[in-house]
């Protein structure tokens, strides 16, 4: 491997540096030069282009947007479609029934918000920053943080032409050094610097572990007589049952375009369980089947979900930097709503920041950040629905509609919760249960017009890498899949993955484990599930990875 600390590389300095143009990293960068003009602010994003990486099923809570840039209508913002209708059932085989809306607390209503293409969001905020005076840089993934003494001073980005063995290559490009006073970092869920910063300065101690779910999405054109702009439908139970927690969104955008996606809670026990399959079925369910039959599949793509809550939110700051956004956690799950958090994260992020510097400072922790997190907006929407998820978790989904219920309601009415603050426990990985405690499922074979097998599915999320580079898909010990996942867990990378990434293939000389990273949609399931923590998952070349259109 290229010894990171003798290549020599160009450095630059910028006051405040933020790794990943998501909506978390462009809401500080567009405050930061709200606050101060003359700022030096450079913004990293590992996508092709903006919104290339960003998935979001998005009905989205325009709260965070109205304290950033108010008259956002006015600039032409990409928010048009209002919800008009908000449905929620619960799913059998073959029925549902509909739960009404007026038992739910008024934090779980949708009217008021928006169904929006976050990737169409955040190419429009990339450009309000720049003309601030933002610099973007897509393309340049951030492998390595740069450290001065115990502070983060800065990330490597943009190293290119690596061999596969991790030499540099005839193409070799070393990267930049970019240096900051602060380093913000805005990585979206499970991002690779981010995990660094969490084990180096063990940010999570004393914190719950961070929980997630698997989010997988199609874009489908429908029948324009089916079309209902502004629909918006969640559904649980069937096909999960038992096997899972998770559910489904069906939202109604614009141009005959509905998003349908399904959510699985990644702390399942049953090894045999296939995510990507349950979504695929789903797609059978009547309900579900009417709308799309005569219509057609046009984008996919699937991205981790933080799920743990205000119990699991680690220690936002380190020397020289935060973590903002999912980086840090901050999706309300029973809103299923997490975009307007990041902006506010981002917003208060660039405001202590502006403020260190304004005063000397650079290098230090902004404390003063943890506390807005903490005491402002983003608290009051976290802590009355902390208790929904380790409920549904430890007693199951009727339970925890009942109870977590209750418990909201009482907190939105009195600041209260009178459940306390449940614990999550285990993590994913360690939920995941061993192969002979369950039986297989058999899951129907897709029929390539509702449903469709997952190598099909994944060309529809333009997913690109460079072959001849190292895979970004490192494993600890490269023996532990076949010798421990295979006899113990039947090996459940198989199935986990969304994108066929891993596979076990019988050969001559017994099974031996594949990795397939061109397929790689950048979710980090692997790097959360897998159930002997062997996989890690690193930045590839920059730019490679899926291309989102408007996901």
């Given at each position: 491997?290229?010894?990171?600390d003798?290549?020599e590389?160009?450095s630059?300095e910028?006051d405040?540096v933020?790794v990943g143009g998501?909506?978390a990293?462009?809401s500080?960068?567009i405050?930061?030069?709200q606050i101060?003009p003359?700022l030096n602010v450079v913004?990293?994003?590992?996508?092709?282009?903006i919104?290339?990486?960003?998935?979001?099923?998005a009905?989205?809570?325009?709260?965070g947007?109205d304290?950033?840039?108010?008259?956002?209508?006015?600039?032409?913002a990409p928010i048009?479609?209002e919800?008009?209708?908000d449905?929620?059932y619960?799913?059998g085989?073959?029925g549902?029934v509909?739960v009404?809306?007026?038992p739910?607390p008024p934090l779980?209503s949708n009217?008021?918000?928006?169904?929006?293409s976050?990737?169409?969001v955040?190419?429009?905020?990339?450009e309000?920053a720049e003309a601030?005076g933002v610099?973007i840089f897509?393309?340049?993934a951030c492998s390595?943080?740069?450290?001065d003494?115990?502070?983060?001073?800065?990330?490597i980005?943009?190293?290119m032409?690596?061999?596969p063995?991790?030499t540099?290559?005839?193409q070799?490009?070393?990267?930049?050094e970019?240096?900051?006073?602060y380093?913000?970092?805005?990585?979206?869920?499970?991002?690779?610097?981010?995990?660094?910063?969490m084990?180096?300065?063990e940010l999570?101690?004393?914190h719950e572990p961070?929980k997630?779910?698997?989010g997988?999405k199609?874009i489908?054109?429908?029948d324009?007589?089916?079309f209902?702009?502004?629909?918006?439908?969640?559904?649980?139970g069937?096909p999960?049952?038992?096997n899972a927690?998770?559910?489904s969104?069906?939202?109604?955008?614009?141009?005959n375009?509905v998003?349908v996606?399904?959510v699985?809670h990644?702390?399942?026990?049953n090894p045999y369980l296939?995510?990507?399959?349950?979504?695929?079925r789903?797609?059978?369910?009547?309900m579900v089947?009417e709308?799309?039959?005569?219509?057609?599949?046009v984008?996919y793509?699937a991205?981790?979900?933080?799920?743990g809550?205000w119990?699991?939110?680690?220690?936002?700051t380190?020397?020289?930097?935060?973590l903002?956004?999912?980086?840090?956690?901050?999706?309300?799950?029973p809103r299923i709503k997490?975009?307007?958090?990041?902006?506010?994260?981002?917003?208060?992020a660039?405001?202590?920041?502006?403020a260190?510097?304004a005063e000397?400072?650079?290098?230090?922790?902004?404390?003063a950040y943890?506390?807005?997190l903490?005491?402002g907006?983003?608290a009051?929407d976290?802590?009355p629905?902390r208790n929904v998820?380790?409920?549904?978790s430890?007693l199951?989904?009727?339970?925890?509609?009942?109870?977590?219920?209750?418990?909201?309601w009482?907190?939105?009415l009195?600041?209260w919760n009178?459940l306390?603050?449940?614990?999550?426990?285990?993590?994913?990985?360690?939920?995941t249960?061993?192969a002979?405690?369950?039986?297989?499922?058999n899951?129907?074979?897709?029929d390539g017009k509702l449903?469709?097998?997952r190598?099909?599915?994944?060309?529809?999320?333009?997913?690109?890498h460079?072959e001849?580079?190292?895979?970004?898909?490192?494993l600890?010990?490269?023996?532990?899949?076949?010798?421990?996942n295979?006899p113990e867990?039947a090996?459940?990378?198989q199935r986990?993955?969304p994108?066929?990434?891993?596979?076990?293939?019988e050969?001559?000389?017994?099974?031996?484990?594949q990795?397939?990273?061109?397929?790689c949609v950048h979710?980090?399931?692997?790097?959360?599930?897998?159930?002997?923590?062997?996989?890690v998952?690193?930045t590839?070349q920059?730019?490679?990875?899926?291309n989102?259109?408007n996901?």
């Amino acid at each position: 491997m290229a010894d990171q600390d003798q290549i020599e590389r160009e450095s630059m300095e910028f006051d405040v540096v933020i790794v990943g143009g998501g909506p978390a990293g462009l809401s500080a960068a567009i405050r930061l030069k709200q606050i101060d003009p003359d700022l030096n602010v450079v913004v990293l994003e590992k996508g092709s282009e903006i919104g290339a990486h960003i998935l979001s099923g998005a009905v989205l809570d325009t709260s965070g947007l109205d304290a950033l840039i108010p008259d956002w209508r006015d600039k032409g913002a990409p928010i048009h479609q209002e919800v008009t209708a908000d449905n929620f059932y619960v799913l059998g085989e073959g029925g549902q029934v509909r739960v009404p809306n007026w038992p739910m607390p008024p934090l779980m209503s949708n009217h008021g918000k928006y169904i929006v293409s976050m990737g169409n969001v955040t190419r429009w905020m990339a450009e309000q920053a720049e003309a601030m005076g933002v610099e973007i840089f897509p393309g340049m993934a951030c492998s390595a943080l740069v450290m001065d003494g115990d502070r983060v001073a800065g990330v490597i980005a943009g190293e290119m032409g690596l061999n596969p063995d991790g030499t540099p290559g005839p193409q070799y490009e070393p990267g930049m050094e970019l240096r900051g006073k602060y380093v913000l970092l805005a990585e979206g869920v499970r991002g690779s610097l981010s995990k660094q910063v969490m084990e180096r300065y063990e940010l999570s101690d004393g914190h719950e572990p961070q929980k997630f779910g698997l989010g997988m999405k199609e874009i489908w054109e429908v029948d324009p007589a089916k079309f209902k702009p502004g629909t918006v439908t969640h559904t649980m139970g069937w096909p999960l049952g038992k096997n899972a927690g998770g559910g489904s969104f069906i939202y109604h955008m614009e141009n005959n375009q509905v998003l349908v996606g399904f959510v699985v809670h990644l702390n399942y026990a049953n090894p045999y369980l296939y995510p990507y399959m349950e979504f695929q079925r789903f797609k059978h369910h009547p309900m579900v089947a009417e709308l799309l039959e005569g219509g057609k599949r046009v984008a996919y793509g699937a991205r981790a979900i933080s799920e743990g809550g205000w119990q699991s939110i680690p220690k936002l700051t380190f020397p020289g930097g935060a973590l903002l956004g999912c980086s840090a956690g901050l999706v309300n799950v029973p809103r299923i709503k997490g975009n307007h958090n990041a902006m506010l994260s981002g917003i208060a992020a660039a405001n202590a920041a502006a403020a260190a510097i304004a005063e000397g400072r650079e290098g230090d922790e902004l404390l003063a950040y943890e506390t807005d997190l903490r005491s402002g907006p983003i608290a009051r929407d976290l802590k009355p629905v902390r208790n929904v998820k380790p409920l549904w978790s430890k007693l199951g989904l009727t339970a925890s509609l009942v109870l977590g219920g209750f418990d909201m309601w009482v907190a939105n009415l009195t600041g209260w919760n009178p459940l306390g603050t449940l614990k999550h426990g285990k993590t994913d990985a360690q939920a995941t249960g061993k192969a002979k405690d369950f039986k297989e499922i058999n899951y129907p074979r897709p029929d390539g017009k509702l449903s469709f097998d997952r190598l099909t599915n994944v060309a529809y999320s333009f997913t690109n890498h460079e072959e001849s580079q190292p895979s970004h898909l490192k494993l600890k010990d490269a023996s532990v899949p076949i010798a421990v996942n295979l006899p113990e867990y039947a090996e459940p990378a198989q199935r986990y993955c969304p994108a066929g990434v891993y596979e076990v293939i019988e050969g001559a000389d017994g099974p031996r484990f594949q990795i397939n990273f061109q397929n790689c949609v950048h979710c980090k399931t692997c790097d959360i599930k897998d159930p002997s923590q062997n996989i890690v998952w690193t930045t590839p070349q920059g730019g490679d990875g899926p291309n989102y259109p408007n996901m």
